[in-house]
């Protein structure tokens, strides 16, 4: 059974884009030949799950595309197609949608953002793992990474990884009651 896994990055302050969804600050961190184990993680992911701004922006950004694994949007409206890109439409529980990925796939499945998508698997119980990337920048405002979590969720830190450039990777681990 597949793990639910958050891979992301945020400033030292704690937004993962500026208020206009804008995340050109972490280009200058992306131009050398560090993928900060991203090529590896995603070999191991069958599908993504990603709300319905987060697929927008990626519209906006074909590098951004994810081909080769199943996309899930959640999404009140149907969604763009993107020619080679297989995509979904999710309105229902991110339980349900959960339940149903595992059925479809043993890999694991990127929840890859945004924050309100992620806030609320989290709150639900469903994230197996965090892979945060902290940036050595502050935005002073933008989107949170964290939005509207309902109750205390406690993590237990699995690991740490220092990069070139001042990148931390923090690995965190759900604690389950």
Excluded: C
Excluded at 32 to 49: H, N, Q
Excluded at 115 to 123: A, D, H, W
Excluded at 124 to 144: K, N, S, T, W
């Amino acid at each position: 059974m597949g793990s639910i896994i958050v891979y992301i990055a945020a400033s030292l302050d704690g937004y993962i884009a500026r208020p206009d969804d804008d995340i050109s600050w972490l280009d200058p961190f992306s131009a050398g030949d560090e993928d900060y184990g991203y090529a590896g993680f995603m070999k191991t992911i069958g599908t993504v799950i990603m709300g319905s701004r987060t697929w927008e922006q990626n519209l906006l950004h074909p590098e951004r595309h994810l081909s080769g694994v199943k996309n899930y949007v959640l999404a009140r409206e149907p969604i763009a197609r993107v020619p080679g890109i297989e995509a979904e439409a999710w309105h229902g529980s991110p339980a349900s949608l959960a339940e149903r990925i595992r059925k479809e796939s043993d890999k694991d499945i990127y929840l890859a953002g945004g924050g309100q998508v992620i806030s609320r698997f989290l709150s639900e119980g469903l994230v197996d793992e965090i892979r945060l990337f902290i940036v050595p920048f502050l935005l002073g405002e933008g989107i949170p990474l964290f939005t509207g979590i309902r109750g205390n969720i406690r993590l237990e830190l699995v690991n740490t990884v220092p990069y070139p450039g001042g990148i931390a990777e923090l690995r965190y681990r759900p604690v389950r009651s």
